[in-house]
Nanobody, 118 residues
Framework: QVQLAESGGGLVQPGESLTLSCAAT????????MSWFRQAAGKERELVAT???????TYADSVKGRFTISRDNDKSTLYLEMNSLKHEDTAHYFC????????????WGQGIQVAVSS
């Protein structure tokens, strides 16, 4: 069974950094486009960043220049390096991946909390 599992969340102060990881496990033969989403309390889920299999990246305007998405295909792991964190980055962060495992489907992780507070 294919699963995505996030790690690396926590509580930090404004201006600090945090790196999230998302590991894909199970029997699959292709890990396609991967993304990070976030959802703050009382708000809709929003796309934070996306990375293609070839390494092309896109970012939400709110995180450009502060966040970096990357992937290690050998480890089947997605990363999100978050710098200069702000209060408004506080949210539940989810990873998402296009995975081929028999059939092709979009998988979601359970999510992990990031809190930015002074």
């Amino acid at each position: 069974q294919v699963q995505l599992a996030e790690s690396g969340g926590g509580l930090v102060q404004p201006g600090e950094s945090l790196t999230l990881s998302c590991a894909a496990t199970g029997n699959f033969y292709r890990l396609g486009e991967m993304s990070w989403f976030r959802q703050a309390a009382g708000k809709e889920r929003e796309l934070v960043a996306t990375i293609t299999t070839g390494g092309l990246t896109t970012y939400a305007d709110s995180v450009k220049g502060r966040f970096t998405i990357s992937r290690d295909n050998d480890k089947s792991t997605l990363y999100l390096e978050m710098n200069s964190l702000k209060h408004e980055d506080t949210a539940h962060y989810f990873c998402n991946a296009d995975i081929s495992a028999g059939g092709r489907a979009i998988y979601w992780g359970q999510g992990i909390q990031v809190a930015v507070s002074s």
